[in-house]
């Protein structure tokens, strides 16, 4: 845990979280990621039985506004969400860069050997995305941890709310939040669904 960052729980406030990708790298900068760590959030929540009020999901960190699980702690509940995401994403990694080794039956000398064509068999000539590309993420996706404010009051509710949802413009990626589509900014201002269902107080 950082420093000095205390969790109280069992107190039936709702909890504002913030967590970071490792080294607050752009890790979540494809619409591929994003949209993964949505699917990923709705089957934890679903799991952990606990309430999503609001989100957003940025290049580099996440904040939530949510319930405490039913039979956990928001720390057990995120501590899943993150491995969860982190595995399926590299696994989905993994299988977009095996896909793009395409055979091509060119003979090339020994050691003539792009990069990207590391392990192909002597004689046989193979196309494919870079490996740097594949090796690039770091051996760990998210940072560790997280930071916790307990929300107790409706006032700050809509605080957390504002701050979510204006994240986005504030950081230089849209020019209105309705245009970053990864956020609850479409429930509460729209009234739809977006990505994954809310549940509001």
Not at 15 to 42: I, M
Not at 121 to 127: K, L, V
Request: aromatic fraction near 14%; include cysteine.
């Amino acid at each position: 845990m950082p420093a000095g960052l205390m969790r109280f729980y069992g107190k039936g406030d709702l909890h504002f979280v913030t967590f970071s990708c490792y080294q607050r790298s752009h890790l979540l900068n494809t619409v591929e990621a994003r949209n993964l760590f949505v699917e990923e959030l709705e089957k934890v929540r679903d799991q952990m039985q606990f309430r999503l009020i609001g989100y957003v999901v940025m290049t580099n960190h996440v904040h939530l506004l949510m319930s405490e699980p039913l039979r956990n702690t928001p720390s057990i509940a995120l501590h899943k969400l993150k491995l969860s995401f982190s595995r399926n994403f590299r696994r989905r990694r993994r299988a977009d860069y095996s896909k793009s080794c395409v055979y091509t039956p060119t003979a090339k000398s020994p050691g003539s050997y792009t990069k990207g064509e590391l392990g192909a068999p002597p004689n046989m000539g193979y196309s494919s995305l870079p490996l740097a590309e594949f090796d690039a993420l770091p051996r760990a996706f998210w940072q560790a941890r997280f930071y916790d404010f307990n929300v107790y009051s409706r006032g700050k509710v809509i605080e957390k709310l504002n701050y979510m949802h204006a994240n986005p413009v504030v950081r230089g990626l849209v020019k209105h939040p309705k245009d970053w589509p990864w956020s609850s900014w479409s429930f509460y201002e729209k009234n739809e669904p977006g990505l994954i269902r809310i549940d509001p107080e």
